[in-house]
Structure formats: structure tokens, C-alpha cells
């Protein structure tokens, strides 16, 4: 395949990436400022809590549908951690760009390959879940 | 809770610059920040290094695809040993206790860091190339300092393969984008330039990454509090670090990136031996 068409295919996985980082940036400082001034003041506790234990940030910020309740309500916590997602999916959809990419460029090889690393991604989120 | 966020965010600004520079990604200096200088939870530090590795990653690849440098076909292929790793280390870090694994994962870093900073710059003129690496396209080339393009050839591909695996069964067990070995694989087994190194190891790390991110969200581990200082922080240091890798000579990397293994080296042996995991 011509060097002009590889070139095109790295112009926007830059893109991709680029923009997605600006994106979660973007959301996450909007969420920042609502944080300093709901939480002005307090400071969290992040000291070391035994092995076993309760532990981690409230449930509302660990899910899609907490998160999302929290952002109805313009909670700053819950946008931060909706800009945590984004910038968490823009890497893996940088791995599907890329595999639509190989396929348009007839790689075969590299479509497979691509494809493989997606499928090994989704399994380890799924064995995270237990 | 105002000058907590200000010395975060400093902290993430030299995290992103050093992270982005020697390909290590941004957890290298987190870790330590929060969990030794704050005194914060591990798992909070480890949380924040995660999302830390992926805006730092992110960040420069956009760069460096952009100044030519990075192979998106090694970093491919790699990513399937380095993703699958992954899986593995994170099963395994279920049975094993921390302890063992921050020491000798500390004693391979000590290694490396050593081995790095004794090394002579490689020879990577050599003409001639693996066969696998020929079958899968993965020679490429690149532009230097003195605006040359500069071909090489890629050896010993499943070599390189299997360290990677080894780097993501780690990054799966301790939450770090463990660039330290990916660069080891590509630079020192496959013989790929130290800059076609550092940057496409830095274009992996965002993966995988963000395939433990996941679970490491689901448990309750990132923080919002700690994640948007440190994470805004890092992606202004990572900026001003990838305005710079395309000047910089890789010797001095190479130091640099000595230096910031061996003090990680130190530091997770440390946490290991006195019960910190």
C-alpha cells in the first residue's frame, strides 16, 4: 500500500489521540472547578486503610450509572470521573481506529493482530469484574 | 484541600515531563509522591499512576506520530504479548502477596537500571534484519537530530515478545505502565533505536494501561480528588517533554532514564521490606 495512505492513517491516530486527551482535559478541569467549591475547605482522608478492609471512593463514582446520576446533579466529582473515562477509552479506541484503518489498507496481517489486542482487552476488563 | 491540589499538580507537571522524556510513563514519580511523600494509601497511588500512564501516554504519542518517530506496527504487535501479560499478572497478583512482588520486581529494576547506564551506545547499523521481522514488516525508519532519515532493521522479534509479556504481567500486578522493560525489549533485544524505543513504548503503555484502569476504577481506587490535579499537571509536563525528546540526544536519555529506574528500584524494595504494599 502507498506511503501517502500509511501517512494519512498516523495523521489521524494523532488526531485521535490528541483530541481525545484535550476532550478528557477539558472535562475534567470543568470538573475541577465545581469540585474547589463543593468541597471547599474539607480535606479527604487518604490514609493507609488495612489490606481487607472497606476501601476506595464512595460507590456512586466507581460506575456508568452513578456517574451519571452525579453529572444530572452537576456533581464536580462525578464530571472528573467522567473525564477519567474518556481519557481511559481513548487509547482502546485508538486500537479499533487502527483496526478499521489495517482494514482499509488490506493489511490482513495487521487487522488480525489489531483485532487480537482488542479481544485480549475486553477479556482483561471482564476479569476485573469479579 | 487548595494547597494539596497545588503541590499534586506540581508533582504531576515534573511526572509528565520525566515520564514523557524517558518513556517510563508518569508513574514512576506518582507512586512515590502520594504514597511516601503525602502518605497516602498504595492503592490510591497506584490508581492515580494508572490514569497518570495513560494521560502521559496519550499524550506524547499524538506528538510523536506527528514528528515520525514512532513504529505503529511494532508497538502493535507488541501490544498483543503486553495486554496479554496483563491478564496474567493481574490474575496472579490475586494469590501473591505485594511484599514478594515489590522486592523482586525492585531487584529486575536495580538490573536494568544498571545495565543501562554501563551500556554503550548500540550499534544499530547492521544490515541485516530477522526473518519474522521481515514477514511482519516491522523495519522502518526514522528522522534524527540532523534531519537524516535514518533506516533500521528489527532482530529477534519473539525475544522482544516475550520481555513484553513479562512488562505486562508487571504493569497488570503493580499498576505501572512499566516502560522500563518495554524500552529494555525493544532497545536492547530487538535492537530497535533508543528513540524509536522510548516513544513507541510510550504509545503501548496508554493500552495497556487502560485495560487495568477499568477494574482499578471499579474497585474504588481513583480518586477524583487526587486524578484531576495530577492528571492536568502531567499532561502540561508531557507537553513541554515531547517538545523537547526530538532534540534531545539519546545519551542523555539513556541517563536519565538510569537515574529514574534505579531510584524506582530502590523505592519498591523498600515499600516491600517494610510492609508498605
Do not use: W
Amino acid at each position: 500500500m502507498s506511503q501517502k495512505f500509511k501517512n494519512k492513517i498516523d495523521v489521524y491516530t494523532g488526531k485521535l489521540l490528541r483530541y481525545g486527551v484535550l476532550v478528557s482535559c477539558g472535562i475534567t478541569v470543568f470538573g475541577g472547578i465545581l469540585y474547589m467549591f463543593q468541597y471547599h475547605g474539607k480535606m479527604p482522608d487518604y490514609s493507609p486503610v488495612p489490606f481487607g478492609e472497606p476501601f476506595g471512593v464512595s460507590e456512586n463514582l466507581r460506575g456508568i450509572s452513578g456517574i451519571v446520576r452525579g453529572l444530572l446533579k452537576l456533581d464536580g466529582a462525578s464530571v472528573i470521573q467522567l473525564g477519567i473515562i474518556v481519557l481511559i477509552a481513548t487509547p482502546v479506541l485508538r486500537v479499533a481506529f487502527s483496526a478499521v484503518a489495517f482494514l482499509i489498507e488490506k493489511d490482513r496481517q495487521y487487522f488480525a493482530i489489531t483485532v487480537t489486542v482488542l479481544i485480549i482487552i475486553i477479556i482483561n476488563m471482564i476479569f476485573g469484574l469479579h | 484541600m487548595e494547597i494539596l491540589f497545588i503541590i499534586l499538580f506540581c508533582g504531576g507537571i515534573l511526572a509528565g515531563f520525566v515520564g514523557s522524556l524517558t518513556g517510563l510513563g508518569g508513574g514512576v514519580v506518582v507512586i512515590p509522591l502520594l504514597a511516601i511523600g503525602l502518605g497516602f494509601d498504595m492503592r490510591y497511588a497506584i490508581g492515580t499512576a494508572l490514569v497518570t500512564s495513560i494521560a502521559t501516554s496519550s499524550g506524547a504519542a499524538a506528538a510523536y506520530i506527528r514528528e515520525r518517530i514512532t513504529n505503529i506496527r511494532i508497538g502493535m504487535l507488541l501490544e498483543i504479548a503486553t495486554t496479554a501479560g496483563a491478564v496474567f499478572g493481574a490474575l496472579i497478583a490475586v494469590y501473591l502477596d505485594k511484599k514478594y512482588i515489590a522486592v523482586i520486581f525492585g531487584c529486575v529494576l536495580i538490573f536494568s537500571a544498571i545495565r543501562t547506564v554501563l551500556k554503550r551506545e548500540t550499534k544499530h547499523s547492521d544490515s541485516s534484519a530477522s526473518k519474522l521481522a521481515e514477514k511482519l514488516n516491522l523495519n522502518g525508519c526514522y528522522p534524527a537530530a540532523n534531519s537524516k532519515i535514518i533506516d533500521y532493521k528489527v532482530k529477534n522479534v519473539a525475544g522482544g515478545f516475550s520481555i513484553m509479556t513479562l512488562a505486562g504481567a508487571l504493569s497488570g500486578l503493580l499498576g505501572i505502565g512499566s516502560g522500563a522493560f518495554k524500552v529494555l525489549a525493544m532497545d536492547t533485544v530487538m535492537k530497535i533505536p533508543f528513540k524509536v524505543s522510548t516513544t513507541t513504548s510510550n504509545f503501548m503503555v496508554g493500552v495497556t494501561a487502560a485495560a487495568s484502569a477499568v477494574v482499578y476504577l471499579q474497585r474504588g481506587y481513583i480518586d477524583p480528588g487526587l486524578a484531576m490535579p495530577v492528571v492536568t499537571g502531567v499532561l502540561s509536563g508531557a507537553y513541554f517533554g515531547s517538545k523537547i525528546l526530538p532534540k534531545a540526544s539519546a545519551k542523555k536519555l539513556r541517563l536519565l532514564f538510569g537515574i529514574m529506574i534505579l531510584s524506582l528500584s530502590i523505592l519498591m524494595i523498600y515499600n516491600g521490606l517494610t510492609d508498605k504494599m
